[in-house]
């Protein structure tokens, strides 16, 4: 588990992807900015066994309550990000910790040069999170991703090892 002060990111195990499943298939917690799609558990379960490098983490209260969700993987020679947090939970900074967090991670424990992040350019509150953790904008990617019945653009951010310099929140491992 990675430790922060409000949050914890707890790694996904085989026995929690019915419940990964559920948020998955929900269209309320994906989001207006994400594709609509229904994947079986069956299918959630392959992906998870060809992941590779790719990690998935529950983002979780002290509690233990899972409030969210953030996965990394591999491109290149950076690590690439991806999050989402149920609309009770958005606006509370939980994702901007959570964020912070995994950056922490990747660069103490990953060679990498890079982390990035791709985001529907519409969604302002998500290019929020990025930027209060150190992202900069690098561009945007024209009618990049097909959701809901439209194409809509997608802008590119990142942060590089030297602009994140040391941890910022990551308080422990277990």
Known sequence: MLEGKTVNLRVVEK??????????NDIDFMGEYQSLKQRTLKDLEKQYDER?????????????TRIGTIRHRPVSTSQQI????????????????????????????????????HVDARNMASQRVLEKTGFKKEGTFRKEYFV????????LY?????????????????
């Open 15 to 24: 026995e929690d992807l019915l419940f990964w499943k559920e948020w998955e």
């Open 52 to 64: 590779a490098e790719e990690q998935w983490f529950f983002i979780e209260k002290k509690d233990g």
């Open 82 to 117: 991806s999050y989402g947090l149920l609309a009770s939970e958005r606006g509370k900074g939980y994702c901007s910790e959570a964020v912070k967090i995994i950056v922490d991670y990747l660069f103490l424990s990953k060679n990498i040069i890079r982390v990035q992040a």
């Open 148 to 155: 809901r019945g439209e194409w809509s653009d997608w802008s």
């Open 158 to 174: 990142s942060i590089l090892r030297e602009e994140w310099k040391e941890p910022r929140i990551l308080t422990r491992t277990m």
